[in-house]
């Protein structure tokens, strides 16, 4: 099992950068391929990224094309995301979700394909 625990969301203006963190539990982080998520109010839950676990393939959705980034440093346990030119639209809860993958270069966008999931991190666009 692994626990997951994000952190770096906030209020930032349109136009701005926030970078997302998400840490994780345990001696085997490097097994298990990872996705961002966001649910905004009165939405429902929406994929935003996706890494497999060796860091190799991401994926995004069209909407944050060339403005997120994906990363993650399995030495420290952890996945980023690095959201620029925010926008308001962008405003919503980020959480970050895990699975163990056998596949090095497979990546998951379907909330369904996740065993695991943090508390998520506020992020809050203003215009």
């Known amino acids: 099992q692994v626990q997951l625990v994000e952190s770096g969301g906030g209020l930032v203006q349109a136009g701005g950068s926030l970078r997302l963190s998400c840490a994780a539990s345990?001696?085997?982080?490097?097994?298990?391929?990872m996705g961002w998520f966001r649910q905004a109010p009165g939405k429902e839950r929406e994929f935003v990224a996706a890494?497999?676990?060796?860091?190799?393939?991401?994926y995004y959705v069209d909407s944050v094309k060339g403005r997120f980034t994906c990363s993650r440093d399995n030495a420290k346990n952890t996945v980023y995301l690095q959201m620029n030119s925010l926008k308001p639209e962008d405003t919503a809860v980020y959480s970050c979700a895990a699975r163990p993958s056998a596949y090095g270069g497979i990546v998951y966008y379907t909330e369904e394909k996740y065993d695991y999931w943090g508390q998520g991190t506020q992020v809050t666009v203003s215009s």
């Open positions: 890494i497999s676990r060796g860091g190799g393939s991401t």
């Open positions: 345990g001696r085997t982080f490097s097994s298990y391929a």
